[in-house]
Nanobody, 123 residues
Framework: QVQLVKSGGGLVQAGDSLRLSCAVF????????MGWFRQAPGKEREFVST????????VYADSVKGRFTISRDNAKNTVYLQMNSLKPEDTAVYYC????????????????WGQGTQVTVSS
């Protein structure tokens, strides 16, 4: 069994920064991948970023490229999402997920999900 425990999130103003973290408890593999997704009210869940545990290769959605940075600490089994220059359109519930496979931007490829955390950016 795998559990993902998140921390971070909250209410900030446009231009501010936030860092989300997601600790993975349970089975992990060197070939696994961590991903961040988000879902705004009335919208479908969308891909934000992903990182491979072993090589640290990353992929970003165009909407966050240059503002968000994903990273991982293998010793702590934790992945981070540093969000800078936040915009009101970044407001959403953010989810982390683990996939036993290569990086993917598709939510259905992921095996386990953490609970969502709200990020609200006011203008």
């Amino acid at each position: 069994q795998v559990q993902l425990v998140k921390s971070g999130g909250g209410l900030v103003q446009a231009g501010d920064s936030l860092r989300l973290s997601c600790a993975v408890f349970g089975r992990t593999f060197s070939s696994s991948t961590m991903g961040w997704f988000r879902q705004a009210p009335g919208k479908e869940r969308e891909f934000v970023s992903t990182i491979s545990w072993s090589f640290g290769s990353t992929v970003y959605a165009d909407s966050v490229k240059g503002r968000f940075t994903i990273s991982r600490d293998n010793a702590k089994n934790t992945v981070y999402l540093q969000m800078n220059s936040l915009k009101p359109e970044d407001t959403a519930v953010y989810y982390c997920a683990v996939r036993y496979g290569r990086t993917s931007a598709y939510s259905h490829d992921y095996n386990y999900w953490g609970q969502g955390t709200q990020v609200t950016v006011s203008s």
